[in-house]
């Protein structure tokens, strides 16, 4: 089958593109903005620097989707990717701000996206230790990370007098049955436009119960631009840039998973050497950028893969659209401001039911690897239990070292990197019991 003839690089009309591009951008849309909440509350910033931000990163999130889904110079995919603001850098960012001052965060993110050039080479010659059992079980510790973060999102914060509403939890899971039901109802396009019809279902309920405050939409200045350079000129310092540094291995591992997990929905037959660099370098690109502009890291995100393995839409021209509305929210502030409006129990309930899908894409990865074999069933045992610990146990690590804490609390990085290390102990150290293994699965033994 040709390029053109592929799914991946359908042109759909414009009026389908755009609402399913408005799809992914409603599901993803409340990342920038609490990756910005975030930032500025902890930090006591202006109000007008925190619009500044929030355009920034809507802006920066609308042109990386549009790089990684058209892939110029090398840069990009050209997969349906969507892009964000990763959570864990979000953190750190923060971290060194309070430590030292946001001039410094911003010069610790431009040094982390060179830092990702710098490397890319070495990590690309190391892509044969991600088969599908790593890949598989990075993708389910995502799924059941995604769902925790926003499953807070949802209850609340613990202690506030909020926490726990079931008027917010009921909106919730009423959202998830809206879109289930439009998915068993719905044929065709409005069945694949079936998140975003539950997402609007529940914003109408929403609005019936009077939990829905639209008066600041048309407040406020229509236009908004990013600032290069808000904080002023970047101070680089090595040693306070240390965990970002250290972050964008783990990121890279992650977005190896993504892509070709993603690759993987829409039936795009891909070279990992090669379409893997392109997704990291797009990574980096828009990281640079975002240093710029003053915001963290700018990252290939998961969150859209499990939209498009529930929509079954697999055209990247699409998630080009929606890089194009992201655009359009980052300059006109309305837009922004509808976006922020929607309940976050709402959008809650929508990103829980497509981040389980993710899930569901990792098992059905593992379901291909031979798991009676001792040796993948340990790997797969011991990742999901290094990778869910700190996930369900919150605050397993505190007692132990900074550093240790930043690797061994981050499931997904120490979930992927134990399934890496045994993956290359089992499967490329030279070994006896890897011989007898593989014969007697009737498979050649791999390689070292």
């Given at each position: 089958?040709?390029r053109?003839?592929?799914?991946?690089?359908?042109?759909?009309?414009?009026?389908?593109?755009?609402?399913f591009?408005?799809?992914?951008?409603?599901v993803?849309?409340?990342?920038?903005?609490?990756?910005v909440?975030?930032?500025?509350?902890?930090?006591?910033?202006s109000?007008?620097l925190?619009?500044?931000?929030?355009s920034?990163t809507?802006?920066?999130?609308?042109?990386?989707?549009?790089?990684q889904?058209?892939?110029?110079?090398k840069?990009?995919?050209?997969?349906?990717?969507?892009m964000?603001p990763g959570?864990?850098?979000?953190?750190?960012?923060?971290t060194?701000?309070?430590?030292?001052?946001?001039?410094?965060?911003s010069?610790?993110v431009?040094?982390t996206a060179?830092?990702?050039?710098?490397?890319?080479p070495?990590?690309?010659r190391?892509?044969?230790?991600?088969?599908?059992?790593?890949?598989?079980?990075?993708?389910i510790?995502?799924?059941?990370?995604?769902v925790?973060?926003y499953?807070?999102?949802?209850?609340?914060?613990?202690?506030?007098?909020?926490?726990?509403?079931?008027?917010?939890?009921?909106?919730a899971v009423?959202?998830?049955?809206?879109?289930v039901?439009?998915?068993?109802?719905?044929?065709g396009?409005?069945g694949?436009?079936?998140?975003?019809?539950?997402?609007?279902?529940?914003?109408?309920l929403?609005?019936a119960?009077?939990?829905?405050?639209?008066?600041?939409?048309?407040?406020?200045?229509?236009?908004?631009?990013?600032?290069l350079l808000?904080?002023?000129m970047?101070r680089?310092?090595?040693?306070?840039?240390l965990?970002?540094?250290?972050?964008s291995?783990?990121?890279?591992?992650e977005?190896t998973?993504q892509t070709?997990?993603v690759?993987?929905?829409?039936?795009k037959e891909?070279?990992?050497?090669e379409?893997?660099?392109?997704?990291?370098?797009?990574?980096?690109?828009?990281?640079?950028?975002?240093?710029l502009?003053?915001t963290?890291?700018?990252?290939?995100s998961?969150?859209?893969?499990?939209?498009v393995?529930a929509?079954?839409?697999r055209s990247?021209?699409?998630?080009?659209?929606?890089?194009?509305?992201?655009?359009?929210?980052a300059?006109?502030?309305?837009l922004g401001?509808?976006a922020n409006?929607?309940?976050?129990?709402?959008?809650?309930?929508?990103?829980l039911?497509?981040?389980?899908i993710?899930?569901?894409?990792g098992i059905d990865m593992?379901r291909?690897?031979?798991?009676?074999q001792?040796?993948?069933?340990?790997?797969?045992a011991?990742?999901?239990?290094?990778?869910l610990?700190?996930?369900?146990?919150p605050g397993?690590?505190?007692k132990?070292?900074?550093?240790?804490?930043?690797v061994l609390g981050?499931?997904?990085?120490?979930g992927s990197?134990?399934?890496?290390?045994l993956?290359?102990?089992f499967?490329?150290?030279?070994s006896?019991?890897?011989?007898?293994?593989?014969?007697?699965?009737?498979?050649a033994?791999?390689?070292?």
């Amino acid at each position: 089958m040709s390029r053109e003839q592929e799914p991946v690089d359908a042109m759909l009309p414009w009026s389908q593109m755009l609402l399913f591009g408005l799809q992914h951008v409603l599901v993803m849309a409340a990342v920038p903005i609490t990756s910005v909440f975030l930032v500025a509350k902890a930090l006591d910033l202006s109000a007008a620097l925190t619009v500044n931000l929030i355009s920034a990163t809507f802006l920066l999130c609308g042109l990386g989707s549009l790089l990684q889904s058209l892939g110029p110079w090398k840069m990009g995919s050209k997969l349906p990717f969507m892009m964000v603001p990763g959570g864990a850098p979000v953190v750190m960012f923060l971290t060194i701000a309070q430590q030292r001052d946001l001039q410094t965060a911003s010069g610790a993110v431009i040094l982390t996206a060179l830092f990702y050039f710098l490397v890319l080479p070495v990590f690309t010659r190391c892509l044969k230790y991600f088969p599908k059992i790593v890949i598989g079980t990075l993708l389910i510790l995502v799924s059941v990370n995604l769902v925790k973060v926003y499953g807070g999102i949802i209850a609340g914060k613990p202690g506030s007098p909020t926490f726990g509403d079931p008027a917010n939890i009921g909106l919730a899971v009423a959202t998830i049955a809206f879109t289930v039901l439009f998915a068993r109802v719905f044929k065709g396009m409005l069945g694949q436009l079936s998140v975003l019809l539950g997402l609007v279902a529940g914003t109408l309920l929403a609005a019936a119960f009077g939990l829905v405050d639209i008066a600041g939409v048309v407040s406020g200045p229509v236009l908004s631009a990013p600032t290069l350079l808000p904080f002023g000129m970047p101070r680089f310092d090595l040693l306070a840039a240390l965990p970002l540094l250290i972050f964008s291995v783990i990121s890279m591992v992650e977005a190896t998973g993504q892509t070709m997990a993603v690759a993987e929905i829409v039936g795009k037959e891909v070279k990992p050497r090669e379409i893997v660099p392109r997704t990291i370098r797009g990574d980096a690109l828009m990281s640079l950028a975002g240093g710029l502009f003053g915001t963290s890291m700018i990252i290939t995100s998961g969150e859209n893969v499990g939209i498009v393995r529930a929509t079954n839409v697999r055209s990247r021209y699409v998630t080009a659209a929606a890089g194009l509305i992201l655009v359009a929210i980052a300059l006109l502030a309305p837009l922004g401001r509808l976006a922020n409006a929607i309940p976050a129990a709402v959008v809650g309930g929508t990103a829980l039911i497509v981040f389980a899908i993710i899930g569901t894409i990792g098992i059905d990865m593992l379901r291909r690897v031979e798991l009676h074999q001792r040796s993948n069933m340990f790997i797969l045992a011991c990742a999901l239990t290094m990778g869910l610990l700190p996930i369900v146990v919150p605050g397993l690590y505190t007692k132990f070292p900074p550093t240790l804490q930043m690797v061994l609390g981050n499931g997904l990085a120490i979930g992927s990197l134990t399934a890496i290390f045994l993956n290359i102990v089992f499967h490329h150290l030279p070994s006896g019991h890897n011989q007898q293994e593989a014969a007697a699965a009737g498979q050649a033994p791999t390689a070292p």
